[in-house]
């Protein structure tokens, strides 16, 4: 029977282990031509958008599709799991964590393929809901030893340096302008929803790793041309989904100052069929809009999870 999992036991069942496991699985199947990913289409009304994500990972024996809608009132994810041979529906779950947590495990896998290995500063741009989940891949890759964190609402990054020094047991401290955040980190990360640049290229030092997760629309700008321009290798999760939104890119690939043959899919850089970091000094760059085949890896997990424990409810429909 199709079995359906709530938030809470989502929350339950979801590490970031397991997140990074099977992110880092689902880029390797795309890079090998066994899976397949469509970019992200929407339906825009003046109150609500509607979000749908959709692939196949056919060696999980799945295919299906996130979808979620945005409004004043909140988002609200579902992902839907479908038996690639026979059709019928595996499984239904509620997806808000499930996506914070794929999110930030894409970074990490980036960041353990191009970051250096003796990273151990990070700075970090943003202090909601996803910067958790970004932040906690980064500590699960990499040995840090310290992290600032930048944002503009005073008690809520407070309360997350707070939060996020008590569960990973690092120093995670607030800072007080963008330039402290970026100056001395090895691992710089953006998870904000900013629509202008967030800092200036000459902050960077060499051999700085970036992972810019929030420019997933037209409208929004983390990284201006002058960061582009300093970073080698580019690399994406999906150049076919770059090239719809990734707001970082899109203005210099208008202007010609950056070509779509110049970036590199994360999961031919896991493959070895491109390169990753070539030297200690280069700065190194991760662009992230989300796929659905990450959420199809996770949700599939979970689902093995469920049903090994005991987890979720059947549902009547669907077989």
């Known amino acids: ?45 003046p109150q609500t958008t509607l979000h749908i994500l959709q692939g196949a990972l056919p060696k999980l024996d799945v295919i299906g599709y996130k979808a979620y809608t945005s409004n004043r009132s909140g988002v609200r994810f579902l992902v839907h799991l479908y038996c690639a041979s026979s059709g019928s529906l595996r499984a239904v779950l509620e997806a808000d964590r499930l996506g914070m947590m794929r999110t930030g495990a894409a970074a990490g896998v980036a960041t353990r393929w191009l970051a250096r290995s003796d990273a151990r500063v990070a700075g970090v741009f943003g202090a909601g809901w996803q910067a958790e989940g970004h932040l906690e891949a980064i500590a699960a890759v990499r040995s840090l030893q310290r992290v600032k964190v930048y944002a503009r609402h005073t008690e809520r990054l407070a309360a997350f340096c707070t939060r996020m020094s008590e569960r990973l047991a690092l120093e995670v401290v607030a800072v007080a302008s963008p330039e402290e955040v970026v100056r001395g980190s090895d691992i710089v990360s953006t998870v904000t929803t900013s629509a202008t640049p967030l800092f200036n290229a000459e902050w960077l030092a060499p051999g700085t790793h970036i992972n810019a997760a929030g420019s997933n629309s037209l409208i929004r700008r983390e990284l201006g041309e002058d960061v582009i321009k300093r970073c080698s290798p580019i690399v994406v999760d999906s150049v076919a989904t770059a090239l719809c939104e990734a707001g970082d890119l899109l203005l210099p690939l208008e202007k010609g100052r950056l070509h779509a043959r110049q970036l590199i899919e994360l999961g031919d850089v896991i493959c070895g069929r491109q390169a990753g970091r070539s030297t200690p000094d280069e700065i190194t760059l991760f662009e992230s809009q989300g796929m659905a085949i990450q959420d199809l890896a996770v949700a599939v997990t979970l689902e093995n999870l469920a049903r090994e424990r005991g987890f979720g409810v059947e549902l009547p429909y669907g077989e």
């Open 1 to 45: 029977m199709p079995l359906f999992l709530s938030e809470k036991e989502v929350e339950e069942l979801l590490t970031m282990p397991l997140a990074l496991a099977a992110v880092e699985a689902a880029h390797r199947d795309l890079a090998s031509m066994q899976a397949c990913d469509v970019p992200r289409q929407r339906t825009r009304l």
